[in-house]
């Protein structure tokens, strides 16, 4: 039986098994336009769907002037997420295999504004409640990590001294001993994690071509009556970042 695939999906395929087995390598040049058309009696247009989903999917980059690349997809490391490290919304520490974690960079911007209802609804306030959100940009040894964003209700941490994360006397302390401080002891945090397209935005934050997989985590800080007291979206690349999770059993 023939191959039923669209042409596209094919042409995308064989240049993805090329590239996983190392017949095309990291750096090496996709075939230019004529070249696969020539090889798959396909269209112009058959042709630059198959290279759009092969950037899509992270197997290449187009470079400006001068084709379009094999790019490496090689894991960075992991992100470790225990008890001890998921508190602030870096929430991970580097593993990389190497003796030396590499220096960890962040940028944070934070502004009071109305909570979007989906965070409304995970913080347990009503939508258009003041919050003050804080939207982070990591960096690992000079490559995009990680984007986050987090919220906490204004009604909890106006006119104190931890109403702004990164700023104050408990700047860069975490959640936990932040809301600590103000007499709100977080008892566990929650996580959620998924993967979707890269946005635009993200894409080009983190280095990626945009629709590239992403990997997304929602983590709700709770205190112990169920209170939410802040939640994240934390945002990486899912084809360079693996999470690590160590579960410890009772007894």
């Known amino acids: 039986m023939g191959d039923s695939r669209p042409v596209y999906q094919r042409i995308a395929d064989d240049l993805r098994q090329q590239i996983d087995e190392g017949v095309l390598a990291v750096g090496s040049r996709i075939p230019s336009r004529s070249e ?34 094999v790019t490496d997809r090689s894991p960075v490391g992991s992100l470790l997420r225990t008890g001890e490290v998921v508190d602030s919304p870096f929430a991970a520490r580097l593993l990389t295999g190497s003796s030396a974690a590499p220096p960890l960079l962040w940028e944070a911007t934070s502004t009071a504004t109305g909570a979007p209802p989906r965070i409304a609804e995970r913080l347990g306030i009503g939508a258009g409640e003041r919050v003050m959100c804080t939207r982070y940009e990591y960096l690992a040894d000079r490559r995009p990590l990680q984007l986050a964003t987090s919220w906490e209700p204004l009604a909890l941490t106006e006119g104190t001294e931890v109403v702004f994360p990164e700023r104050g006397p408990y700047a860069r302390r975490g959640v936990r001993e932040r809301f600590a401080a103000i007499g709100l002891p977080v008892a566990k945090a929650t996580e959620l994690v998924g993967s979707r397209s890269a946005t635009s935005t993200e894409s080009q934050a983190l280095g990626c071509s945009p629709g590239q997989c992403v990997t997304v985590i929602e983590r709700t800080h709770h205190t112990a009556d169920g209170r939410a007291v802040e939640t994240s979206d934390i945002v990486l690349r899912a084809d360079r970042w693996r999470l690590e999770y160590h579960i410890a059993f009772p007894g």
């Open 36 to 69: 696969l058309k020539r090889t798959y009696a396909a269209s112009d247009q058959t042709v630059d769907r198959a290279v759009r989903v092969l950037k899509a999917a992270g197997y290449a980059e187009g470079q400006f002037g001068r084709g379009v690349f």
